[in-house]
């Protein structure tokens, strides 16, 4: 489909490409301005910055090491992690950095998105339309606004520019060419493996518009480059991305499943996966058209899943494909945009099961570039063939646009701070007890502890085996100092799940304040147990220990952690605090220095610091 330009038009049409660049990223920017004055928000945002020392404390040789070895968030995304650290080296806490950043990355995706449209089309205003819709689309805020979401935007960016190296590479194809296309496409799955379908992305490109592909019983009037390149050429020529992707998959699952981010079977059964696939598949395109009543998270809702309506989705899924399929020949841009959103969809659409939600306004930030090509190209196409006057798709283009930046700019308000997100999903989800718990700790963090409160009891309503919601309720009537009462709920939490390592600390505090060490320590032990360097529970185990006179107690606990856990210094340094009130100061020396090399390796330079602090005091003179 790429027209030919005289060489006269050329400057011209620089010239309006350019013009086109600045016009896109300018109307992006005038839809998303408004995250400049949003906060951090509670869903994700502690995870990934606001409560991660490693993030926190900048850009060295440690944090780097720990962006490339760590599993934090249940995902492996080093490249997001260095882009946090980078952010807090320069922004430190103020969000508006941030979030501008993140905005920056949607506004060159944008821009690069026409250029490579442009550039294998030849067909200036789709291409222009497709990046438009791309940019302004209120399903797009969730990418752009929440901070959390950099993987999003950050692996996009990185897809795009793997998708504009192919196309110099399928010009004029060479080693060093596809090494470029092979790096950058390491880059996006290094920032998120959702982009582990891209190489059948590259296949889709080849057919519509790159028309690489050739059918073998195809006649061509001349020969050309790709006069004998057909389905399994491009196939073969894609293994090594594709033994990416394998790999990439691999390690995502395991991330995740130690993280406890994949449901399990029990709770949510394949066929229930299933439904709820084919229902998304469509329900997604539904907000692509109509994108109303978004929300950060949509409940998996086993209620709303009916056979029929599965087998509907279904039914509408195979037709449409069955006709992409057919007439692939004579609309290209049918059969690549359908297929780009159907496969590019599937690492997210629940089939394995990942989280508490049934989709996601996130997951549609690259699949929705099928279903806008198909609406630009099937546009343009029957203008065409109509031949209407310019004047009126460009009109009607143009209003389809406005719309949808206005509802973006609304959209970017909900994003304002943690209380306005939660009550904007609430009103527009119903049973959403994971958003009740995250409006209580917003309410919590305010010091709104009655609404807190409520909070939580309307999450129990909805689920009542839902451990963080008795934790969290907990310790909000602790705060009330309904002492009785918080202890229930923690005592509840923990008999849902035992291994949950805060409630057993925050259960084990409370039995330590009422004089009850001894069994307050069984629970410290627990939660440390269950997660090994928590510090909270380290600290609290050694003044139980102090206070109830079990020293002995708490230090067989913490040498017997060290040898399980030896890179966490925080062990040593509370060993070393036992040895000091048990006046055995040589030994708090030297579990003070075994502590350094561990500090070093975690990357936890305020526990360093505290460490050399410490060393230093008892290497003091005392005065005679």
């Known amino acids: 489909m790429k027209t030919d330009n005289n060489k006269h038009c050329e400057p011209r049409g620089k010239i309006r490409t350019a013009a086109l660049c600045l016009l896109l990223a300018a109307a992006t920017?005038?839809?998303?301005?408004?995250?400049?004055?949003?906060?951090?928000?509670?869903?994700?945002?502690?995870?990934?910055v606001?409560?991660?020392?490693?993030?926190?404390?900048?850009?060295?040789?440690?944090?780097?090491?720990?962006?490339?070895?760590?599993?934090?968030?249940?995902?492996?995304?080093?490249?997001?992690?260095?882009?946090?650290?980078?952010?807090?080296?320069?922004?430190?806490p103020d969000p508006a950095g941030h979030h501008l950043v993140g905005l920056g990355f949607h506004i060159a995706g944008v821009v690069l998105l026409f250029l490579i449209l442009k550039a294998m089309t030849g067909a200036l205003w789709p291409s222009a339309f497709v990046a438009a819709a791309f940019g302004l689309h209120p399903l797009a805020v969730e990418s752009v606004a929440w901070v959390a979401q950099r993987k999003n935007v950050l692996s996009t960016f990185f897809c795009f520019l793997t998708i504009a190296a192919y196309v110099r590479y399928s010009q004029k194809p060479g080693l060093w060419r596809y090494l470029t296309v092979a790096g950058l496409f390491a880059a996006g799955l290094l920032s998120k493996p959702m982009l582990v379908t891209l190489p059948f992305v590259l296949i889709l490109l080849d057919h519509w518009p790159l028309n690489r592909i050739r059918n073998k019983n195809e006649e061509t009037e001349e020969k050309t480059l790709h006069s004998k390149f057909t389905i399994l050429n491009s196939f073969y020529e894609k293994i090594p991305l594709l033994l990416m992707s394998a790999a990439s998959c691999v390690v995502t699952y395991m991330a995740q499943a130690q993280g406890?981010?994949?449901?399990?079977?029990?709770?949510?059964?394949?066929?229930?996966?299933?439904?709820?696939?084919?229902v998304s598949y469509i329900n997604y395109i539904g907000k692509v058209f109509w994108p109303t009543s978004l929300?950060?998270?949509?409940?998996?809702?086993?209620?709303?899943?009916?056979?029929?309506?599965?087998?509907?989705?279904?039914?509408?899924?195979?037709?449409?494909?069955?006709?992409a399929i057919i007439l692939r020949r004579r609309?290209?841009?049918?059969?690549?945009?359908?297929?780009?959103?159907?496969?590019?969809?599937?690492?997210?659409?629940?089939?394995?099961?990942?989280?508490?939600?049934?989709?996601?306004?996130?997951?549609?930030?690259?699949?929705?570039?099928?279903?806008?090509?198909?609406?630009?190209?099937?546009?343009?196409?029957?203008?065409?063939?109509?031949r209407l006057p310019k004047v009126i798709p460009a009109a009607a283009g143009a209003s389809a646009l406005g719309v949808l930046l206005l509802m973006t700019r609304a959209q970017v308000g909900h994003w304002k701070d943690s209380v306005s997100l939660c009550q904007y999903a609430l009103a527009t989800t119903k049973n959403n007890y994971i958003m009740h718990y995250n409006c209580g700790v917003a309410f919590w963090t305010l010091g709104r502890l009655d609404e807190a409160i409520e909070q939580y009891r309307q999450a129990l309503k909805i689920n009542p085996a839902y451990a963080k919601a008795h934790n969290n309720l907990g310790c909000a009537l602790r705060d009330k100092r309904q002492t009785d009462e918080a202890l229930a709920e923690f005592e509840r939490a923990i008999k849902i799940e035992p291994d949950y390592a805060e409630a057993q600390n925050n259960y084990a505090v409370s039995l330590a304040k009422r004089g009850q060490y001894e069994e307050a320590i069984g629970h410290f032990n627990a939660a440390i147990k269950a997660k090994p360097c928590y510090g909270d529970a380290l600290k609290n185990i050694c003044k139980a220990g102090i206070d109830g006179h079990k020293t002995d107690e708490v230090l067989e606990t913490l040498l017997a952690m060290q040898q399980q856990t030896p890179s966490c210094a925080e062990l040593y340094y509370r060993a070393a605090t036992i040895y000091d009130a048990k006046g055995q100061v040589e030994k708090a020396v030297e579990q003070l220095e075994k502590g350094l090399t561990p500090a070093d390796r975690q990357g936890n330079r305020e526990l360093v610091n505290l460490i050399k602090a410490q060393l230093e005091r008892y290497s003091r003179p005392t005065a005679k």
């Not at 839809?31 to 990934?48: K, P, T, W």
């Not at 029929?308 to 195979?318: F, P």
Request: aromatic share 16%; with cysteine; charged share 10%.
């Open 260 to 278: 406890g981010a994949v449901s399990d079977i029990v709770k949510v059964p394949l066929i229930s996966r299933a439904e709820n696939t084919l």
């Open 50 to 92: 606001t409560n991660n020392p490693h993030v926190q404390q900048g850009l060295y040789a440690g944090s780097i090491v720990w962006a490339f070895t760590s599993r934090d968030a249940s995902n492996w995304h080093p490249l997001t992690w260095l882009s946090h650290i980078i952010d807090c080296v320069y922004f430190g």
């Open 295 to 323: 929300s950060v998270l949509y409940p998996f809702n086993f209620s709303e899943l009916a056979a029929w309506k599965a087998g509907a989705c279904l039914l509408l899924l195979v037709l449409v494909s069955s006709a």
């Open 331 to 386: 609309f290209g841009w049918l059969f690549t945009g359908w297929f780009w959103y159907l496969g590019t969809l599937v690492p997210v659409i629940g089939l394995v099961q990942i989280g508490a939600q049934g989709m996601a306004d996130r997951y549609m930030y690259l699949p929705g570039i099928g279903i806008y090509i198909i609406v630009a190209w099937s546009a343009y196409e029957l203008a065409g063939k109509l």
């Open 29 to 48: 920017f005038a839809a998303f301005e408004g995250v400049r004055n949003n906060d951090f928000v509670n869903f994700d945002d502690d995870l990934y």
